[in-house]
């Protein structure tokens, strides 16, 4: 932490990841004397690992309807001040180069280390302060109308408007903690319950046996839980399914509720296995299959059904049972990776609590939330991320 002559500023942000450096920059060149306050030896920690060290930063597709909460309408309004084509023209006002790797995810062409580089320097630009190796401890207001005081390394900083930036329970070991929540808590703010979102599923015994072998596999898939589903590939884990179809339909899972996946989401398969039947009732179904699926997934779905006769000596039923062992293929996964390896946290402070338009708490005034430790929890694909510098440009601009 380096030192400072006064310990008093205008605004404190706390957490200097996607969120909190964003609201510092819009504080900052309104004028607002900011200091931002990280736990961790350097800023943006989670930037830099995501999007496989490219960074996903927004997604051109991001809107309302791309978000999980209890409110669904509650992002809108700062989904719309601060749009991703806004955070696209700040990443070609630093000359980055990107491209859209598919469904709109916008990549950087080099590093995510740019991403950091990039808000850093506008940091600086901004006039910001930014203090590493300084966990905030505590928060608290010194009276009704008060400043918050804000104790961090046994020092206090004092401050009218403090901002909580520290995200939510995703990747522990990157140092993420419920500092957010406990803030929330005592200030009487309302949570909703918190669960690992964008998770691979894991298996009960009887699941990882029925699946064995099939470890790397990944095959395009309509993944379906309730009434949600996903267009998009599962891949086989040595422990359960992964891919970007199961990571989406985790963020809307229930324990104890089956996933659905259809591996011929194209297909009419009953039709298909009907006409060829009667095209060429000497043929095979794995034959068939294995035209459209990997052999050893092929193989793997028409297992429990035992020894399939030729086409022609199929009946209506057995048809039927092949069509529901490939596009109605039932798991009820034993729970998930957890917080260890969720991307985001599904929940958070609940958006009741918050006004939409500058996310502050509606009965604190002066104190306000933003990021993932908010109950809006964004799609896979940058959506994430749009919603850490939407969030975080409406505090900047209130704060
Ligand atoms: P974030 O967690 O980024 O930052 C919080 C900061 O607060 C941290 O720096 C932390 O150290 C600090 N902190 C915590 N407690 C503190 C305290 N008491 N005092 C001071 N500081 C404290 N999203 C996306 O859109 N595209 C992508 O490509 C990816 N990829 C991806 C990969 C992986 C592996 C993960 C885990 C996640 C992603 N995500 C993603 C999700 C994305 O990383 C996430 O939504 C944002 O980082 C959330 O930003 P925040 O600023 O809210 O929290």
């Not at 010194?142 to 995703?170: H, K, Y």
């Amino acid at each position: 932490m380096s030192s400072s002559s006064s310990h008093s500023f205008d605004v404190v942000v706390i957490g200097a990841g996607a969120a909190g450096l964003m609201c510092a920059i819009e504080a900052g060149k309104r004028g607002r004397r900011v200091l931002v306050l990280e736990k961790a030896e350097k800023t943006g920690k989670k930037i830099l690992i995501s999007g496989g060290g490219r960074c996903n930063f927004t997604n051109l597709f991001a809107a309302p309807d791309r978000y999980v909460s209890n409110n669904r309408h509650f992002c809108k309004s700062a989904l719309a001040r601060y749009t991703q084509r806004d955070f696209i023209a700040l990443v070609e006002k630093h000359g980055l180069h990107y491209h859209e790797k598919k469904l709109g995810q916008l990549f950087c062409d080099s590093s995510a280390k740019d991403i950091v580089a990039l808000l850093e320097q506008e940091c600086q630009d901004a006039g910001v302060r930014i203090w590493c190796n300084a966990g905030a401890e505590d928060v608290t207001r010194m009276a009704e109308d008060g400043p918050f005081r804000v104790t961090v390394n046994g020092e206090a900083i004092l401050a009218p408007s403090v901002v909580i930036a520290t995200g939510g329970l995703s990747i522990p070991k990157l140092g993420a903690n419920d500092f957010a929540f406990r803030v929330a808590r005592k200030c009487g703010l309302e949570m909703t319950p918190t669960m690992p979102g964008l998770v691979p599923f894991t298996f009960e015994e009887v699941d990882q046996k029925r699946f064995e072998g099939l470890t790397g596999v990944s095959a395009d898939v309509a993944a379906k839980t309730g009434k949600t589903i996903f267009r998009e590939n599962v891949l086989f884990t040595h422990r359960g399914v992964s891919g970007p179809a199961i990571l989406q339909i985790s963020s809307f899972w229930k324990p104890e509720q089956p996933i659905i996946l259809d591996f011929l989401p194209d297909e009419d398969f009953q039709s298909l296995l009907l006409a060829e039947r009667k095209a060429n009732p000497k043929g095979r179904v794995i034959r068939l299959l294995s035209r459209f699926l990997a052999n050893r997934l092929a193989e793997k779905l028409l297992e429990p059904l035992g020894n399939i006769p030729e086409l022609g000596n199929c009946s209506d039923k057995l048809i039927r049972k092949i069509t529901a062992a490939v596009k109605e293929v039932t798991i009820v996964p034993n729970g998930t990776e957890g917080y260890r390896k969720a991307e985001v946290t599904v929940g958070g402070v609940s958006t009741s609590s918050l006004s939409s338009r500058t996310m502050e708490a509606k009965q604190v005034p002066g104190l306000y939330f933003i990021g993932e430790a908010v109950d809006v929890t964004g799609f896979l694909g940058g959506y994430n991320f749009q919603w850490a510098w939407s969030s975080g440009f409406v505090a900047g601009q209130n704060a």
